[in-house]
Protein backbone atom coordinates (compact mmCIF):
# COMPACT_ATOMS: atom_id res chain seq x y z
CA UNK A 1 0.00 0.00 0.00
CA UNK A 2 1.45 3.66 -1.06
CA UNK A 3 0.10 5.52 2.00
CA UNK A 4 0.47 8.91 -0.02
CA UNK A 5 -0.84 7.68 -2.91
CA UNK A 6 -4.02 6.09 -1.74
CA UNK A 7 -4.83 8.95 0.94
CA UNK A 8 -8.18 9.89 0.73
CA UNK A 9 -8.70 13.41 1.78
CA UNK A 10 -11.94 14.19 4.14
CA UNK A 11 -14.46 16.07 2.01
CA UNK A 12 -14.01 12.94 -0.27
CA UNK A 13 -14.65 10.55 2.41
CA UNK A 14 -17.99 12.37 3.46
CA UNK A 15 -19.26 12.18 -0.15
CA UNK A 16 -18.70 8.18 -0.12
CA UNK A 17 -20.02 8.25 3.21
CA UNK A 18 -23.54 10.46 2.25
CA UNK A 19 -23.77 8.52 -1.40
CA UNK A 20 -23.96 5.39 0.96
CA UNK A 21 -26.24 6.71 3.15
CA UNK A 22 -28.35 7.71 -0.09
CA UNK A 23 -28.28 4.60 -0.91
CA UNK A 24 -29.46 2.71 1.63
CA UNK A 25 -32.18 5.28 2.15
CA UNK A 26 -33.33 4.47 -0.95
CA UNK A 27 -33.43 0.86 -0.87
CA UNK A 28 -34.90 1.05 2.55
CA UNK A 29 -38.10 2.71 1.18
CA UNK A 30 -37.91 0.36 -1.73
CA UNK A 31 -38.17 -2.03 0.63
CA UNK A 32 -41.45 -0.64 2.70
CA UNK A 33 -42.73 -0.83 -1.16
CA UNK A 34 -41.79 -4.40 -1.50
CA UNK A 35 -39.67 -4.39 -4.03
CA UNK A 36 -37.37 -6.97 -4.36
CA UNK A 37 -34.85 -5.44 -6.43
CA UNK A 38 -34.56 -2.79 -3.85
CA UNK A 39 -33.87 -5.08 -1.13
CA UNK A 40 -31.22 -6.95 -3.31
CA UNK A 41 -29.36 -3.79 -3.54
CA UNK A 42 -29.27 -2.78 0.21
CA UNK A 43 -28.25 -6.30 0.47
CA UNK A 44 -25.49 -5.74 -2.13
CA UNK A 45 -24.43 -2.10 -0.52
CA UNK A 46 -24.59 -3.69 3.16
CA UNK A 47 -22.12 -6.20 2.01
CA UNK A 48 -20.01 -3.93 0.32
CA UNK A 49 -19.75 -1.33 3.32
CA UNK A 50 -18.81 -4.33 5.29
CA UNK A 51 -15.72 -5.09 2.69
CA UNK A 52 -14.84 -1.84 2.71
CA UNK A 53 -15.06 -1.79 6.73
CA UNK A 54 -12.53 -4.65 6.69
CA UNK A 55 -10.43 -2.56 4.13
CA UNK A 56 -9.76 0.00 5.92
CA UNK A 57 -9.76 -1.66 9.26
CA UNK A 58 -6.75 -3.56 7.28
CA UNK A 59 -5.00 -0.50 6.08
CA UNK A 60 -5.43 1.49 9.63
CA UNK A 61 -3.52 -1.75 11.31
CA UNK A 62 -1.01 -1.39 8.28
CA UNK A 63 -0.84 2.14 8.78
CA UNK A 64 -0.28 1.59 13.04
CA UNK A 65 2.74 -1.06 12.08
CA UNK A 66 4.34 1.57 9.55
CA UNK A 67 4.11 4.40 12.27
CA UNK A 68 5.60 2.16 14.97
CA UNK A 69 8.45 1.18 12.52
CA UNK A 70 9.32 4.59 11.54
CA UNK A 71 9.05 5.53 15.20
CA UNK A 72 11.51 2.69 16.37
CA UNK A 73 13.51 3.84 13.46
CA UNK A 74 13.46 7.43 14.75
CA UNK A 75 14.55 6.38 18.06
CA UNK A 76 17.60 4.47 16.67
CA UNK A 77 18.47 7.35 14.60
CA UNK A 78 18.48 9.62 17.05
CA UNK A 79 20.66 7.52 19.38
CA UNK A 80 23.48 7.11 16.66
CA UNK A 81 23.82 10.95 16.08
CA UNK A 82 23.41 12.01 19.67
CA UNK A 83 25.90 9.19 20.72
CA UNK A 84 28.18 10.51 17.75
CA UNK A 85 31.59 12.18 19.12
CA UNK A 86 31.73 14.19 16.02
CA UNK A 87 30.13 17.88 15.46
CA UNK A 88 26.56 16.74 14.01
CA UNK A 89 23.71 19.57 12.83
CA UNK A 90 21.32 20.48 10.57
CA UNK A 91 21.49 24.08 9.03
CA UNK A 92 19.20 26.31 6.27
CA UNK A 93 20.73 28.50 4.08
CA UNK A 94 23.14 31.04 5.28
CA UNK A 95 23.58 28.48 8.01
CA UNK A 96 20.88 28.61 10.20
CA UNK A 97 21.01 25.97 12.69
CA UNK A 98 17.78 23.38 12.79
CA UNK A 99 19.49 20.69 15.48
CA UNK A 100 23.12 20.39 16.66
CA UNK A 101 24.11 17.49 18.54
CA UNK A 102 25.17 17.07 22.27
CA UNK A 103 29.02 17.10 21.27
CA UNK A 104 28.44 20.37 19.30
CA UNK A 105 26.83 21.77 22.47
CA UNK A 106 28.94 20.90 25.24
CA UNK A 107 32.06 22.09 22.54
CA UNK A 108 30.69 25.46 22.71
CA UNK A 109 29.36 25.92 25.94
CA UNK A 110 26.16 27.08 24.29
CA UNK A 111 22.63 25.76 25.04
CA UNK A 112 21.26 24.41 21.96
CA UNK A 113 18.08 26.34 22.40
CA UNK A 114 20.58 29.71 22.08
CA UNK A 115 21.65 27.97 19.00
CA UNK A 116 18.75 27.05 16.44
CA UNK A 117 17.22 29.36 14.50
CA UNK A 118 20.70 31.50 14.43
CA UNK A 119 23.41 31.34 11.91
CA UNK A 120 26.61 29.16 13.18
CA UNK A 121 28.62 31.60 10.71
CA UNK A 122 29.66 33.92 13.47
CA UNK A 123 31.74 30.66 15.17
CA UNK A 124 33.54 30.16 11.84
CA UNK A 125 37.00 31.88 11.89
CA UNK A 126 36.75 34.57 8.83
CA UNK A 127 38.87 33.10 6.69
CA UNK A 128 37.70 29.35 7.41
CA UNK A 129 34.25 31.10 5.88
CA UNK A 130 35.48 31.92 2.57
CA UNK A 131 36.14 28.64 2.16
CA UNK A 132 32.77 27.08 4.05
CA UNK A 133 30.91 29.22 2.13
CA UNK A 134 31.22 27.37 -1.22
CA UNK A 135 31.50 23.99 0.10
CA UNK A 136 27.85 24.69 1.43
CA UNK A 137 26.24 25.92 -1.34
CA UNK A 138 27.26 22.81 -3.04
CA UNK A 139 25.16 21.01 -1.55
CA UNK A 140 22.28 19.06 -3.21
CA UNK A 141 20.29 16.14 -3.74
CA UNK A 142 23.23 14.35 -6.01
CA UNK A 143 25.84 15.52 -3.51
CA UNK A 144 24.25 15.56 0.07
CA UNK A 145 27.33 16.04 2.47
CA UNK A 146 30.55 17.72 2.78
CA UNK A 147 32.99 17.17 5.17
CA UNK A 148 34.41 20.72 6.07
CA UNK A 149 37.77 21.04 8.86
CA UNK A 150 38.11 24.57 10.37
CA UNK A 151 39.68 26.37 13.06
Not at 65 to 89: G, H, K, W
Amino acid sequence: MAAAKGKVQIPEITKLRQQAEDLLCSGVSMLNGNDHQGEYDVQRLLHELQVHQIELEMQNEELRQINADLSASEERYRSIVDTNPDFIDRYLPGGILTYVNPVLVRFTGVDAEDLLGKSYFPFIHEDDLQVLIPLIASIRRDNPTVEIENR
